[in-house]
């Protein structure tokens, strides 16, 4: 922090490496030294974390995943007081133009009814998944809040009240083919980015992704990040049993 | 006509259901329409609103009926006093920041986030507009307060 500081940002948890931060913990840093803090809750979504009752100013919400759910609508949202939010409406929207159309807003209302259901088979088929690939031998790592090797995952039990969503992190103890191999034998999971949809979705980032110096150890092999989502989890398990019989490894 | 008035005093499913939906008032009809319109009647003499006003009905990217449902129903299920709606998550992300950055502003950012936030406060604010940046591991507070 520095006298200049004036805005602290965090997502948690973050993408790609599902980690989490202390947000009443930097909320009192934050203000203590005259600055915002912008939590971003997309891999949340308010059914299992609402940062502004634990003291950000700014909540940021990608509407486009957990929110709409249905991977058909983009949209984003800030939410904190009115003096704030008025400010960004003023200039982001009318001046800057990022105004949501009026379609697009009421496809993410219909979605966002749903939400509560659908926040609850995430939490619980990601949590089985994790579980189960920390099973496996071809596992050289999984990320996940909800387990209790996590590094954090006691403040995530402490922010995140009805679960740990839906997006987990892994790698496989093979090299950069291999990770790929692993994808094209899925026919479940669905080769694709972004998260939050009723389909599970699977990317893979690279030992050469231009970040990795920023990740931890475990990270810098390649790894998958995956977004569970609301197909049967013993499905999902078999189809990741199925790819690591059929891929092609080192 | 009944109002619903959804308010935070109902539990999180309730809100989700019923939260920033009421009777269209035109047709009865129990789902609010959706208004495609880009622009909304003026009053009479229209010659001393505000163009660039987010607060009356004017024209959509000033602020649309749906966005505004949208916004009430986000509203209520974080609990919190406001919200705005935007065409993207990185809209809201690159709102944010251009609304509350200016040279000579310094952030403390997470080494862990979405790509377009690492791209605008690690890159593109700093280079446009002189805004200085500081890369942390957030999930140590300690390190956020160095
Ligand atoms: C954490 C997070 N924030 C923001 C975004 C950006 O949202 P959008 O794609 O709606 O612009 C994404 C993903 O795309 C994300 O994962």
Same mark, same amino acid.
């Given at each position: 922090?520095?006298?200049?500081? !004036?805005?602290?940002?965090?997502?948690?948890?973050?993408?790609?490496?599902? &980690?989490?931060?202390?947000?009443?913990?930097?909320?009192?840093?934050?203000?203590?030294?005259?600055?915002?803090?912008?939590?971003?809750?997309?891999?949340? +979504?308010?059914?299992?974390?609402?940062?502004?009752?634990?003291?950000?100013?700014?909540?940021?919400?990608?509407?486009?995943?957990?929110?709409? =759910?249905?991977? /058909?609508?983009?949209?984003?949202?800030?939410?904190?007081?009115?003096?704030?939010? /008025?400010?960004?409406?003023?200039? *982001?929207? %009318?001046?800057? =133009? =990022?105004?949501?159309?009026? #379609?697009?807003?009421?496809?993410?209302?219909?979605?966002?009814?749903?939400?509560?259901?659908?926040?609850?088979?995430?939490?619980?088929?990601?949590?089985?998944?994790?579980?189960?690939?920390?099973?496996?031998?071809?596992?050289?790592?999984? *990320?996940?809040?909800?387990?209790?090797?996590?590094?954090?995952?006691?403040? *995530?039990? !402490?922010?995140?009240?009805?679960?740990?969503?839906? %997006?987990?992190?892994?790698?496989?103890?093979?090299?950069?083919?291999?990770?790929? +191999?692993?994808?094209?034998?899925? !026919?479940?999971?669905?080769?694709? %980015?972004?998260?939050?949809?009723?389909?599970?979705?699977?990317?893979?980032?690279?030992?050469?992704?231009?970040?990795?110096?920023?990740?931890?150890?475990?990270?810098?092999? =390649? #790894? #998958?990040?995956?977004?569970?989502?609301?197909? /049967?989890?013993?499905?999902?398990?078999? /189809?990741? &049993?199925?790819?690591?019989? *059929?891929?092609?490894?080192? | 006509?009944?109002?619903?008035?959804?308010?935070?005093?109902?539990?999180?499913?309730?809100?989700?259901?019923?939260?920033?939906?009421?009777?269209?008032?035109?047709?009865?009809?129990?789902?609010?329409?959706?208004?495609?319109?880009?622009?909304?009647?003026?009053?009479?003499?229209?010659?001393?609103?505000?163009?660039?006003?987010?607060? @009356?009905?004017?024209?959509?990217?000033? @602020?649309?009926?749906?966005?505004?449902?949208?916004?009430?129903?986000?509203?209520?299920?974080?609990?919190?006093?406001?919200?705005?709606?935007?065409?993207?998550?990185?809209?809201?992300?690159?709102?944010?920041?251009?609304?509350?950055?200016?040279?000579?502003?310094?952030?403390?950012?997470?080494?862990?986030?979405?790509?377009?936030?690492?791209?605008?406060?690690?890159?593109?604010?700093?280079?446009?507009? @002189?805004?200085?940046?500081?890369?942390?591991?957030?999930?140590?507070?300690?390190?956020?307060?160095?």
């Amino acid at each position: 922090m520095k006298t200049n500081t !004036r805005l602290i940002h965090v997502e948690t948890p973050s993408n790609p490496t599902v &980690k989490i931060s202390d947000i009443a913990a930097i909320s009192e840093i934050a203000h203590a030294n005259g600055a915002l803090l912008s939590v971003d809750n997309t891999f949340a +979504s308010p059914y299992n974390q609402r940062p502004y009752e634990l003291g950000a100013d700014l909540t940021i919400e990608s509407l486009t995943k957990y929110i709409n =759910g249905h991977g /058909d609508a983009m949209g984003g949202a800030a939410l904190g007081k009115k003096e704030l939010i /008025d400010q960004i409406r003023s200039q *982001a929207m %009318v001046n800057l =133009g =990022g105004a949501i159309s009026p #379609f697009n807003a009421w496809l993410i209302m219909r979605g966002a009814v749903t939400l509560p259901l659908r926040m609850r088979q995430h939490n619980e088929s990601a949590q089985k998944v994790a579980a189960f690939l920390q099973t496996l031998p071809q596992v050289r790592f999984v *990320a996940y809040p909800g387990l209790y090797g996590h590094k954090n995952h006691e403040t *995530a039990q !402490r922010q995140m009240q009805n679960g740990f969503g839906g %997006v987990l992190a892994f790698g496989l103890n093979t090299d950069h083919d291999g990770h790929n +191999s692993f994808v094209s034998k899925l !026919r479940v999971i669905t080769n694709a %980015v972004s998260l939050g949809h009723d389909e599970s979705l699977i990317v893979f980032l690279g030992e050469n992704d231009e970040r990795q110096y920023l990740y931890g150890d475990e990270f810098r092999g =390649g #790894f #998958f990040r995956v977004s569970i989502g609301l197909e /049967d989890a013993e499905d999902l398990i078999s /189809d990741i &049993k199925n790819a690591l019989l *059929a891929y092609k490894t080192v | 006509m009944s109002k619903k008035n959804i308010d935070g005093n109902f539990r999180f499913l309730t809100r989700a259901v019923h939260g920033g939906n009421e009777v269209d008032a035109e047709t009865g009809a129990i789902r609010r329409p959706i208004t495609m319109a880009n622009s909304y009647e003026l009053p009479y003499d229209p010659s001393d609103l505000n163009w660039s006003s987010a607060d @009356g009905q004017i024209y959509t990217r000033n @602020g649309g009926a749906n966005q505004r449902y949208l916004q009430e129903k986000l509203a209520l299920l974080h609990n919190a006093p406001d919200c705005v709606a935007l065409s993207s998550g990185v809209a809201a992300l690159s709102g944010v920041f251009f609304t509350f950055l200016k040279s000579g502003d310094h952030v403390v950012m997470s080494n862990s986030t979405y790509i377009a936030a690492y791209r605008l406060i690690n890159e593109l604010f700093p280079d446009k507009f @002189g805004v200085e940046k500081t890369l942390v591991d957030s999930s140590d507070p300690d390190s956020v307060r160095l």
